[in-house]
């Protein structure tokens, strides 16, 4: 029987349609296309097949004009670039139980306010529950350290409050700590025990939005998302997490991300992790 390739034919976005719709990405959501024209082309024609358009201009036409959201969750799962697992950039979570939680401890009362921005499918909110546990151990009941983990593709945030991962995605932690924070699945996949799931809470937050809190954050992650930003919605950002910072509080960002380092108010500690110190400006 012959097969029908034409599924699989890509429909090519004419150089406006392409502007428009990069000029779109960029103002709402801050993520920077302007070089990812296939993968526009590639990841979308599907979509676009299946509602039963030809030309990106008919997409965008209902994209642009969504009042419901549904249009436009399907659009940023697309879109965004979602990989992620647990013990990446493992020097941080190292740092964390080192540096970062024994000067905490010694400031905060009861409580740390974490945030993992840009959770993707919540490995490192997880993975920093894991920390938690870890190093409050039995003190762990007189701390609430319930971790806020945010992103703006509702597909990833599904996956995460399921906390269902492979094994691939958790290879890189201690032995110990799989057998002690996942539970096997007769499918060969492991789910996060239900003691760390509850100290997550998952929610859709666009980073371009202001950032509204009861109490600034004392230790905040925001790794691999700015690398889809430009540099001045790089520094816009960083400039709101500083605010959204409490006074000797942490921001943890991806290796190959920078902080403008002469303009921020953030103090720099070592390579993408920064602190929030009273003479840098900080209130
Ligand atoms: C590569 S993942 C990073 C996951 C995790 N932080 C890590 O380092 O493994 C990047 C995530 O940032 C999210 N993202 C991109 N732009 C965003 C925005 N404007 N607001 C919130 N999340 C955004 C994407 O949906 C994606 O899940």
Redesign the pocket.
């Known amino acids: 029987m012959p097969i029908d390739l034409s599924q699989d034919r890509i429909i090519k976005l004419t150089d406006q349609e392409f502007k428009d719709l990069v000029g779109f990405v960029y103002s709402h959501?801050?993520?920077d296309l302007s070089k990812k024209r296939q993968l526009i082309e590639g990841r979308l024609s599907h979509t676009l097949r299946g509602k039963g358009f030809s030309t990106f201009s008919e997409y965008m036409r209902i994209l642009f004009q969504d009042k419901s959201g549904e249009e436009l969750h399907g659009f940023?799962n697309k879109i965004?670039?979602?990989?992620?697992?647990f013990a990446?950039?493992n020097e941080h979570f190292e740092f964390l139980m080192k540096v970062a939680l024994p000067q905490l401890e010694k400031t905060r009362r009861g409580d740390l306010r974490i945030w993992?921005?840009?959770?993707?499918?919540g490995?490192?909110a997880y993975n920093i529950a894991m920390v938690m546990d870890q190093y409050f151990g039995p003190r762990k009941p007189q701390w609430d350290t319930t971790i806020l983990a945010?992103?703006?593709?509702t597909n990833?945030l599904t996956k995460a409050r399921q906390g269902i991962y492979s094994m691939d995605s958790i290879k890189g932690l201690p032995d110990a700590w799989k057998t002690k924070y996942f539970n096997r699945l007769p499918d060969g996949n492991f789910q996060v025990c239900e003691k760390i799931r509850k100290e997550v809470v998952f929610r859709i937050?666009?980073?371009?939005d202001p950032f509204v809190y009861k109490k600034p954050f004392d230790i905040i992650?925001?790794?691999?998302?700015m690398?889809?930003?430009d540099a001045p919605t790089t520094n816009k950002t960083v400039e709101k997490f500083y605010d959204a910072t409490a006074m000797g509080g942490y921001l943890f960002i991806?290796h190959s991300e920078s902080v403008d380092k002469a303009n921020s108010k953030y103090t720099y500690l070592m390579p993408a992790i920064y602190q929030k110190q009273p003479n840098k400006g900080g209130r």
């Open positions: 959501y801050g993520i940023l965004t670039t979602n990989h992620s697992y990446r950039e993992s921005a840009g959770c993707s499918a490995q490192e945010t992103d703006i593709s990833v937050f666009n980073l371009m992650f925001c790794r691999n998302v690398i889809y930003f991806g």
